[in-house]
């Protein structure tokens, strides 16, 4: 029978990986992901999850750990969230390049400095072009399905990649909601065991990782570009079987909420929005033609979903809960990626950027409406006056 | 609705330039072919059987894993393709059976290879 | 904890070159430079452990140098760790085995000798975090310290074990700091003895002393527990001397007291090898380009920092040793 339970987006995880039966947990604390490993220590202590839980010294020593055991032909689990992620960043490129699909769940904090628990992306986006596969969930449900979606779609033979499931700290990893768990049967339909194509082992002796001459650098990486590009297939694929199996209806990259016949967009991922589909509820109750397309994979990015998405709205706005110092848009990060998807297009949206909810602030209803009206107005007046408008600080 | 987007075109990896998956390469079983050292050396060790005690000094002391000893002929036997003539093997020979020779003196000296590695 | 029988292997010690196993598990074909130290140490260490073993090799001499291009020399399955990690990765492939062995999914019937073979800068300097977390861990893996004395793979430059007086690239010799280096070394068998509660067994090992040190690794792998070996790998490029003189610049490690060769099992210490008359270490140094630039009274601060590791030597060791054993 399959169990609906309040859970928080951290129990959500532990109980993804619970289901998938991870056999190798390489735990650190920092918050807010850490009730994900406290939850998992108690279902190894109690005999619910047969896995070996290794205390890790730090978050380099997490993603080495996995590391190893993904190599010796465990399947295995690991997470962390702010400066954590940031201080494992050595072993992305090792974990990605030597095809080890290790599963590692964040819970995004704002990065130093200095202490802030509150939620931005940061975090994980700083991990883009390291070759993993990364996405947000906007709820506790959704965490448990694309755990479960991570790890098919990471240890297909087809992609062999390592995958990040980010939720916004506090928001989702501390506040539950109803999460319907998938039944054994299920998850055993859904999810196949792992299987690496070359573990490390006596009976076939190999060797992971020799030194590489620089003309050999090249096709690899070549190689692990090629792999990107089969990758959409295999999520499609997987969606597809979730949805079946578990009964769901995910949209494998975009959520498109009243998107149709939209004239006006929210480009979003993560928490916020939820808020966001409220307010586009409240502006079209007050006859705004507005929509909002989610996000939920950032890599490999969906380009031409997006295009196909958003081509006909007239004004987008992305809400960034991230930063990126410096960047084009002297914003954040998403931006970037969502005019690059949207260039090629014949009648191309006007774009801009709406940095909000950072530091783990809230966006709340009026926030979106006003940003709203910034599109509105660039439709009427059709140009984009601003990349990017601060909320809250002198727009 | 829209002109046709950019693809993503396609990476094509020649056979003669491909990387093996996730840099994984099998394990050697005798000896690694694909790293010959044998042309780095300028003398090699010579025995003499007669004066060898068999001890097994130098097969233990090869950081190169040169010497083996053939029980069935009851002989040390030395590996040509990989000896870089290091010469601890000499040293070390309590029976002072090995001597260096000059690599060139050899109608098999010097191998020289296409490439260096 | 439910008790598992993971079927750990245990090993016999020799007693002559002839017993040790015949087996090649590190075979020729490697770029590592002629004479050179460590790739002996990997050679015996690899020929003790046998087939059902597994590497960890972190970033160092003994990965680049085995491992140029896209090949390694390793008859058993070896994986790469960055020089900050391969005591995690060690546990990771540990952990890894352990649970595949108790869901019936692994391809084997013992479990695998599991060696992390790091260099002195992997040990216990970049690497140190690691290497200390694996053994509090209690995971079962050798830990090794190749220990070269120096960053070698770079280019030599000082690490927290190369020698007082050393002439490094990053401490070279000059007016202002004529000694080069100026630190005294790191301890490595010392940080690991008594903080960590589940090793039980720490010793040193010296190339110029091969039988010996096959013995130590045996006794290691046969420890259901984590492990420590220390061991000399003498550098003919970065210590500067002639490549044939590998083995013998180890005995006279011994010999000048400069290297001490001894086992902690079980809290206790035991010394061999240790010499009725030390050498000074000015025979040791001499020989060796990178002390080339020292001066009389550097050598003195040498010999009394040697000297004082001898009286703890003798102050530690049991009044009988172990017999005299040949090489």
Same mark, same amino acid.
């Given at each position: ?63 080495s ?13 690991t ?30 904090r ?28 906007c ?5 448990y ?43 055993k ?5 792992y ?83 409220k307010?586009? #509820? ?61 260039? #090629?297009? #014949? ?21 979106f ?27 | ?16 330039r ?80 090995l001597?260096?020779?000059a ?15 | ?48 452990? =046998? ?18 291009y ?87 430059? &000082?690490?927290?074990?190369t ?7 990053? &401490?070279?010799? =000059? ?23 589940l ?22 792998l ?15 490029? =970065? ?10 610049? =180890? ?20 010394? &061999? ?14 020989l ?12 003195a ?27």
């Amino acid at each position: 029978m399959a169990q609906e339970r309040m859970l928080t987006g951290c129990s959500a995880a532990a109980q993804a990986a619970k289901a998938a039966e991870v056999e190798v947990i390489c735990s650190y604390p920092i918050r807010p992901y850490t009730a994900i490993m406290m939850e998992l220590a108690k279902m190894v202590a109690n005999g619910e999850l047969d896995a070996e839980f290794v205390h890790g010294e730090g978050e380099h020593a997490q993603l080495s750990v996995v590391l190893g055991a993904s190599a010796a032909g465990a399947r295995a689990f690991t997470g962390s969230a702010g400066v954590g992620v940031t201080y494992a960043f050595e072993l992305y490129s090792p974990l990605a390049g030597g095809r080890y699909p290790v599963h590692m769940a964040i819970a995004d904090r704002t990065l130093d400095p200095p202490g802030d628990f509150g939620s931005e992306h940061t975090d994980a986006m700083s991990v883009r072009d390291q070759g993993w596969l990364i996405g947000w969930a906007c709820s506790p449900q959704e965490v448990y399905d694309n755990t479960l979606m991570a790890y098919r779609i990471g240890e297909d033979p087809r992609v062999m990649l390592p995958q990040i499931v980010a939720q916004d700290g506090y928001f989702i990893s501390h506040i539950p909601d109803k999460v319907l768990l998938g039944e054994t049967a299920q998850v055993k339909e859904f999810l196949p065991p792992y299987k690496g194509p070359h573990p490390l082992s006596v009976s076939c002796p190999v060797s992971h990782g020799p030194q590489i001459r620089p003309d050999q650098g090249a096709p690899m990486d070549a190689q692990r570009a090629q792999t990107f590009l089969a990758v959409p297939e295999v999520i499609e694929q997987a969606t597809a079987d979730f949805n079946r199996i578990f009964g769901r209806d995910y949209d494998p990259f975009l959520e498109k909420y009243k998107l149709e016949d939209a004239e006006i967009a929210f480009f979003i991922q993560g928490a916020h929005a939820n808020t966001c589909r409220k307010t586009v #509820d409240m502006l079209r109750a007050a006859g705004v033609k507005a929509g909002m397309a989610r996000l939920r994979w950032i890599r490999p990015w969906p380009t031409h979903q997006i295009a196909e998405a958003l081509g006909h709205v007239k004004a987008v706005g992305s809400i960034e809960t991230s930063t990126s110092y410096g960047g084009a848009m002297r914003g954040g990060n998403l931006i970037h990626e969502l005019r690059a998807s949207l260039y #090629d297009l #014949d009648d191309r949206p006007l774009v801009t950027s709406f940095m909000a909810g950072l530091g783990g602030e809230t966006i709340y209803p009026d926030d979106f409406k006003y940003m709203a009206d910034v599109l509105l107005k660039m439709v009427k007046e059709k140009r984009v006056d601003r990349y990017v408008r601060w909320i809250g600080f002198g727009e | 609705m829209s002109k046709k987007l950019p693809e993503y075109g396609t990476i094509n990896v020649p056979t003669e330039r491909g990387v093996p998956f996730g840099a994984i390469t099998p394990a050697p079983v005798v000896q690694q072919d694909l790293f010959v050292t044998s042309n780095w050396r300028i003398v090699r060790p010579v025995i003499d059987n007669e004066t060898c005690t068999r001890c097994l000094t130098c097969y233990i002391a090869c950081p190169d894993s040169c010497w083996a000893y053939d029980e069935d002929k009851d002989e040390m036997v030395w590996n040509w393709k990989f000896c870089k003539g290091c010469q601890i093997c000499i040293h070390q020979c309590p029976a002072d059976a090995l001597s260096p020779v000059a690599e060139l003196d050899f109608p098999d000296g010097v191998h020289r290879l296409e490439k260096p590695f | 904890m439910k008790a598992f029988d993971y079927k750990f292997q245990t090993f016999e010690p020799i007693k002559s070159f002839k017993d040790a196993p015949k087996e090649e598990m590190y075979l020729p074909g490697h770029r590592t430079c002629a004479g050179c130290g460590p790739a002996l140490n990997y050679r015996l260490v690899a020929k003790t452990a =046998g087939r059902d073993t597994i590497f960890i090799g972190p970033t160092g001499c003994m990965y680049v140098a085995n491992s140029s291009y896209l090949c390694t020399p390793y008859a058993v399955s070896w994986i790469h760790a960055q020089i900050t990690n391969g005591g995690a990765v060690g546990s990771g492939v540990e952990a890894a085995t352990k649970i595949l062995m108790r869901k019936g999914k692994y391809d084997g019937d013992k479990f695998p000798n599991v060696i992390v073979m790091a260099g002195d800068g992997g040990s216990v300097d970049i690497g140190l975090q690691a290497m200390s977390a694996m053994l509090y861990r209690g995971h079962k893996v050798l830990f090794i310290c190749y220990d070269n004395e120096s960053y070698a793979n770079t280019g030599i430059q &000082t690490s927290p074990t190369t020698p007082y007086g050393a002439n490094t690239t990053f &401490t070279p010799p =000059g007016k202002e700091i004529p000694e080069g280096k100026v630190l005294f070394p790191k301890n490595p068998p010392q940080l690991v003895i008594g903080g960590h509660p589940l090793v039980k067994y720490v010793a040193t090992t010296n190339v110029g002393y091969p039988l010996d040190l096959m013995n130590k690794v045996s006794k290691a792998l046969s420890q259901p527990g984590p492990t420590f070996l220390h061991m000399l790998a003498p550098c003919p490029k =970065g210590w500067g001397f002639d490549e044939k003189l590998t083995m013998e610049m =180890g005995k006279l490690a011994v010999q000048t007291g400069m290297w001490s060769l001894y086992e902690w099992e079980g809290g206790e210490y035991k010394y &061999t090898h240790i010499p009725k008359k030390y050498k000074p270490v000015s025979e040791y140094m001499t020989l060796q380009q990178r002390f080339r630039h020292l001066k009389p009274e550097h050598i003195a601060k040498m010999q009394a920092f040697v000297d004082e590791k001898i009286s703890v030597v003798k102050a530690t060791a049991k009044p009988i040793e172990a017999a005299p054993v040949k090489a």
